[in-house]
């Protein structure tokens, strides 16, 4: 068993680094965060995972949140092997190689395995190595996906991607590809960060958006993966395979907005996108983030989310692979 949960915490359950649990009573723990004011704390999920224990707190405030409005810069994204991922502004973010470091290593571990006996403490200890090192991988993709959804959405007010069938693709060929990619959990972290910074989110249909013209309609007919070029024979519009895809998504998620606005009544403050907006919006000055732009903090040294030295995702203290 990995997880259970606590549904119901008595009254005031944190008190003096320890937390109350029905019938087990206090333990002690270690908060890596405060509760913030005004929040009350309604359960409790205990996480064993290879590092140890862990306890996940759901916490109530009365309050509603609405759901982020169509507004602002549309961008759509484009999902994908070649690159992770593509924008309709012309970027395109490869795959972290980090993983794959990580990936070797965690290979070297388990060829030792079979050179231990069954049932021995060594062995016991190798297991223990490699569990400590998925740990790692999961939790090194899992950060590079919040730092990546958080520079998608940076000065997006609208955010589209693909309806994609991701679980059909893990039982593909790239497999393996697209289980370390991560791309399910990808979309559900996007969704979720687009949803905290009010950018609105949407999925549009993905038949065929790399057979469209993003710029004039044209269907440009079926593509074989190796071309990786899109060029219209109508209007010449000249750009990468990824990025017209990514170009046709926002296109797709504008008309669905428009089809959407046209037959519901049409709410309050709610800015029509105009294709001039995107022009302005893409010249505008970057965001700066600790000094450097948001794009080089995710796309510096092969999108590793680390600044000019070779410290792994977002760490503090310089964490060294477990030999
Ligand atoms: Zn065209």
Redesign the pocket.
Known sequence: MRSFVFPQLGKEPIKNEALKFPNLGWVKWRQSRPIPEGFEVKQARIVRKASGYFVMLSLQLKVEVPNPMPHGYPRGLDLGFDKFVATSDGKEINRPKFLKALQRKLKLLQRRLKNKQKGSNNRYKLNQKIARLHQRISDTRKDWHFKLAHHLCDEAGMVFVEELNFVSWQRGMLSIASADAGFGQFVKILKWVCWKTDTYFAKVDKNGTSQT?P??G?HTGKKSLDVRVHQ?H??G?LTTRDVAAAQEIRNRGLTDLEFHSRYASKPEGIKRCDPAHFQCARERAPRQALGHSVWENVCGLDATGSIGNNTLVGTVRNRKLAS
């Open positions: 013209c710029n004039c044209n219209c109508q209007c519009y």
